[in-house]
């Protein structure tokens, strides 16, 4: 791997540190050792190098950066000091990038396969084509579905992205004539932006305001590990510790809870019962935030255990439906209630109760995906923001805070280039099902307005509503990353053509018959990407800071470009009038190659920030240059209250009953003519009537029975993971034991002395992990910080391709085992969300090497 850098220190600056170049020879150094330094001393020309400008897709952080590059290598890696958001500081896996950029493993040019039989441990035997043969075929195959008037057959699929993957995904999909423009969004967090939307109107994440508040709540949220904006929480978490008090509920002791006040190791898939518990201890206490909430009419608390309250005696000020909330849920749902089912006990709620009443409205209630992205886990995800609500900390200072609104625009549309014989293709029904009645899947209100990513290899595989003859996969790896892997392996053995673009041959490459060497995303191409944190939010540059390697195309305009040329020889001429339509705003210029398209597309998503005539707000430039130089553009500071009595839901408030969603829900019902507790029952919960718009208990989902499956799994990120992409980095390997109870170069299950000694495990032994989906192999970690019952085991490792470091034997054999195996690939549908957490049964099995 990249010879030039270890642990941050160049070799060169070491040995010129301590005995300066003279003195080099005069050190015994060994054969290898020596040619090392000599050709660093040869490369290495100090202060030639210049910082470049590019943006981090390490994680949904997307940190702006400064890259170091000199003699066209990228060397160094630091915060961007321009961004509002975070600065120069960062996560400790920007330097990963490096490693990626530069892992030998890297596809280069472009690879046919040769072996039509696909499978794990099967050799695809790829051989190198070139890019004429490579786009010559696959403009062949797109052609024949065009003959045939089977446009739709046409599907592609995104991981990863910048605001430029509109071009290759969505519009030129739409320009091919398919509707199958699936994203990783329902792989991703769907659920949480469902408890956004369904109480206070925004399809979206959330900001949180740490450098004013003084109670943080977090429901599974590891801020120093993973969630958004990483970098800027690791910056600034210290300081807050002086200010405020921090509760973990995480079934896992994460890195957040090791520096926390509590912890709370809450049973998995219990978390609403201890939101509601919260809520209703706030209640009884009086302590609500009466300038958000309101106040009873007389100033008399009539929340008492068990009793009704009459709504007229309530002025409700900014929310809407406490009332109906307590009589039809929170009235009975007492903390002693809940430490019976979610295992937090009584007097723990009481106090964290009274914490949070006393610091409100400086409150904050984080959730992750692991407390949200559970079969039911639609009304966890409201049961847990419904206690901002509460306590008066939505939109307010110390609080929670939505994104600030940031001025980019859009990739231009490709609506005008779509033929007769394409919008045939796109009224099919999308690949994904959604929108049918058991997939609501209901994002900003519009029944079938999400995606159900997962949804895709069933459809394949039963032909439902059609089977695909192309699959384009970008930026993904869904053979990996999704729940239910063996599916997507047999999905794709059965579509005839399937293309990936990527850097490394990973799990979905093995299945591919034509394989595109994609641009590295930060380092190689052009691209937008937006961040938000510290009360601004931020749109930042993605440009080629080094020559790109080998073969590879910029994935977002350049494949785009050379399959539209391609077309354009075969008579079909739209796509590439549609990209030509994408040019430069300052010439007017039309591009002529694929990487003037990504500049031209990069330029216009981001003038209304750079160019002076379109100036609204936030930082203003002189110019794309000044823009370019600087990399980021910060909006102006967040101004506290702007939404109290104007939220965007059905009553313009914070709803407790949500009008929203029963508004959302009855059109889903509607359109299926049927009614709403028809679809309830249809989306597995368990709720009927009113209850389908209030944030109530549902009683977790348990997979697999306890007799056969008696542990609980808990999957969770490992705090070097780059989503699934950093496992091929030694760096990776190497410091993997950052994360508590893990263990360098290994994959390991985490379980608790209790469990390990009842089932006889050690240290280091070898177990089988069995679910009711399959089964994996991986290394014991006997480790205090999981609740007896359970099992917590890291997403990244347990690949068997990607490269030589990730995998044992690349192709065959993997390093430890792939959580996903075991994940059944069960859903939240009212989000569509892909349900990872919550109670999935597993069997622990001590495996005797032979
Ligand atoms: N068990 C479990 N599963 C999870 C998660 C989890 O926490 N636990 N997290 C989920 C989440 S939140 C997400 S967002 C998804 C992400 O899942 P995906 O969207 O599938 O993304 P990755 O797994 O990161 O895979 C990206 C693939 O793109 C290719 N690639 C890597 N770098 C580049 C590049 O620079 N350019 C190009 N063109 N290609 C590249 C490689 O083939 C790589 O495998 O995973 C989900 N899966
Ligand atoms: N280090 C790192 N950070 C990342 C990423 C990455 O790959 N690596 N990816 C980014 C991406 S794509 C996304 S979408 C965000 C997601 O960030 P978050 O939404 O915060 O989600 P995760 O970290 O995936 O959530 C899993 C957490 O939930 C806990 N958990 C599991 N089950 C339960 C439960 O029943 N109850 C509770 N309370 N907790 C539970 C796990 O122990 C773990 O701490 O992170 C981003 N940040
Ligand atoms: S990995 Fe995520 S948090 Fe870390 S630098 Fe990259 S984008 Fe930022
Ligand atoms: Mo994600």
Redesign the pocket.
């Given at each position: 791997m990249s010879s030039c850098y270890f642990g941050g220190v160049s070799r060169r600056t070491f040995l010129l540190g301590t005995a300066g170049v003279t003195a080099l020879s005069q050190f015994p150094l060994s054969p290898l050792a020596q040619a090392m330094s000599e050709d660093r001393l040869l490369s290495a020309k100090p202060g030639t190098g210049k910082w470049i400008a590019t943006t981090c897709n390490?994680?949904?952080?997307f940190c702006a950066k400064q890259i170091y590059v000199q003699d066209g290598r990228a060397l160094h890696i630091r915060g961007n000091e321009f961004s509002k958001v975070h600065g120069k500081a960062s996560?400790p896996?920007q330097y990963l990038s490096l490693q990626e950029l530069y892992d030998p493993d890297r596809v280069k040019t472009p690879l046919l396969r040769m072996n039509p039989k696909k499978g794990q441990g099967i050799d695809p035997v790829f051989k190198p084509i070139s890019w004429e043969e490579a786009i010559s075929l696959f403009a062949d195959k797109i052609m024949a579905l065009r003959e045939k008037n089977e446009t739709h057959k046409y599907v592609a699929l995104r991981g990863?992205y910048s605001f430029l993957s509109d071009i290759l995904i969505k519009n030129f999909t739409t320009v091919l004539g398919s509707p199958n423009a699936i994203t990783h969004s329902s792989l991703?967090?769907e659920a949480?932006k469902f408890g956004s939307y369904y109480t206070e109107g925004g399809w979206e994440y959330r900001q949180y305001d740490i450098k004013n508040t003084r109670y943080v709540l977090s429901?599974?949220?590891?801020?120093l590990?993973?969630?958004?904006q990483?970098s800027y929480y690791c910056s600034e978490w210290g300081n807050m510790l002086d200010h405020a008090q921090v509760a973990i509920?995480?079934?896992?002791f994460?890195s957040s809870a090791s520096k926390a006040d509590e912890w709370l190791p809450?049973?998995?898939?219990?978390?609403s019962a201890l939101a509601l518990s919260l809520a209703h201890q706030i209640l009884v206490n009086d302590g609500w935030h009466k300038a958000f909430v309101g106040q009873f009419i007389d100033g008399v608390n009539r929340f008492q255990s068990g009793e009704v309250v009459d709504p007229l005696a309530f002025n409700e000020l900014h929310t809407y439906g406490l009332v109906e909330w307590w009589n039809l849920e929170l009235k009975d749902r007492t903390p002693e209630w809940a430490e019976t089912v979610c295992g937090i006990s009584a007097e723990q709620i009481k106090r964290i109760a009274q914490k949070l009443i006393a610091a409100a409205p400086k409150v904050q209630i984080?959730?992750?995906?692991?407390?949200?992205?559970?079969h039911r886990g639609a009304y966890t995800t409201i049961a847990c923001h419904a206690l901002n609500g509460l306590l008066g900390a939505v939109d307010n200072e110390g609080g929670v805070i939505q994104y600030n609104s940031s001025r980019e625009d859009s990739v231009p549309s490709a609506k005008e280039f779509v033929d007769d014989l394409a919008k045939k293709g796109l009224k099919q029904e999308r690949i994904d099902r959604v929108g049918r009645l058991e997939w609501p899947a209901l994002k900003s209100g519009k029944s079938g307005g999400g995606v159900l990513t997962n949804v895709v290899a069933d459809s394949i595989l039963s032909a439902d509503p059609y089977k695909p003859e192309i699959v384009l996969g970008y930026l993904n790896n869904f053979t990996f990353s999704a729940p239910g892997t063996q599916r997507w392996e047999d999905a794709l053995k059965s579509v005839p053509f399937v293309v990936h673009v990527t850097t490394n041959i990973s799990e979905f490459s093995w299945f591919s018959d034509l394989i595109l060497p994609g641009s590295h995303f930060m380092y190689e191409k052009w691209g937008v990407q937006g961040s938000c944190g510290n009360m601004h939010s931020q749109v930042s540059i993605i440009q080629p800071i080094i020559k790109r390697l080998g073969d590879t195309v910029d994935d977002e305009s350049g494949i785009p470009w050379l399959l539209a040329k391609e077309l354009d020889k075969r008579g079909f001429s739209n796509p590439l009038a549609y990209l030509k339509s994408i040019r430069d705003p300052e010439t007017q210029k039309e591009p002529i190659t694929g990487d003037e398209l990504g500049l031209y597309a990069a330029k216009v998503v981001t003038q209304p920030l750079w160019d002076p005539a379109k100036y609204v707000d936030g930082d203003k430039f002189s110019g794309w240059d000044e823009f370019l130089q600087k990399g980021v553009w910060n909006s102006e500071p967040y101004q506290f209250r702007q939404l109290w009595g104007k939220m965007k839901t059905k009553t313009g408030r914070f709803e407790f009953y949500s009008e929203t969603l029963k508004s959302a829900l009855s059109k889903h019902a509607e359109k299926h003519n049927t009614d709403v507790d028809e679809v309830m029952r249809i989306c597995n919960y368990q709720a009927q009537g009113e209850m389908a718009f209030i944030p109530h208990y549902e009683q977790p989902y348990r997979f697999g029975e306890p007799a056969e499956y008696p542990m609980l799994f808990?999957?969770?990120?490992?705090?070097?993971?780059?989503?699934?992409r950093s496992a091929n980095n030694q760096w990776y390997q190497n410091n993997l034991d950052i994360d508590p109870g893990a263990v360098k170069h290994q994959d390991v299950v985490k379980i608790n002395p209790i469990d390990a000694q009842q089932l006889g495990l050690k240290n280091g032994d070898r177990v089988k992990i069995t679910s009711i989906q399959g089964e994996i192999a991986c290394q014991v970690s006997i480790f205090e910080g999981v609740r007896p019952g359970t099992v917590?085991k890291a997403?990244?490792q347990g690949h068997w391709a990607y490269g030589k470091v990730a995998s044992k034997v690349f192709g065959q054999e993997a390093l430890g085992g792939n959580n996903n195996t075991i994940l059944p690939p069960a859903h939240e549908h009212l989000s569509g969300a892909a349900a990872?957490?919550?109670q999935i049964g597993v069997r622990i099995e001590k495996m005797i090497e032979g």
């Open positions: 390490g994680c949904t952080s996560c896996r990863r991703c967090a949480d429901f599974g949220v590891d801020p590990s993973a969630n958004r990483v509920v995480d079934p896992r994460s809450i049973i998995p898939g219990q978390d984080w959730r992750s995906r692991g407390a949200q992205m559970q808990i999957d969770h990120k490992s705090r070097l993971n780059r989503e699934g917590a997403f990244g990872f957490y919550g």
